[in-house]
């Protein structure tokens, strides 16, 4: 019994997040708290910091393909 309550819990607590997640209302793409992942669960370390250092790395690589298309752009004509 202590099995089921376990994963209904934790199906419960990823329905939220998702549900937290997809809100049109929530916080802006580029918010501070988004790429340092105060949303992510801070019990879980390994989630916590793996979440930090995959945001920030598509934050970087988003960066650098915009400054690539910019320098293509410009000196391709």
């Given at each position: 019994m202590a099995k089921r309550h376990d994963s209904d819990a934790e199906s419960r607590r990823i329905i939220e997040r998702v549900?937290?997640?997809?809100?049109?209302?929530?916080?802006?793409?580029?918010?501070?708290d988004r790429v340092t992942a105060a949303d992510a669960d801070r019990s879980d370390p390994i989630e916590y910091w793996g979440t930090?250092?995959?945001?920030?790395?598509g934050l970087l690589i988003a960066i650098?393909?915009?400054?690539?298309?910019?320098?293509?752009v410009t000196r391709g004509s």
């Open positions: 549900a937290r997640e997809t809100d049109p209302g929530g916080t802006s793409f580029l918010a501070r930090r250092i995959g945001r920030a790395a650098g393909l915009l400054i690539w298309l910019v320098l293509f």
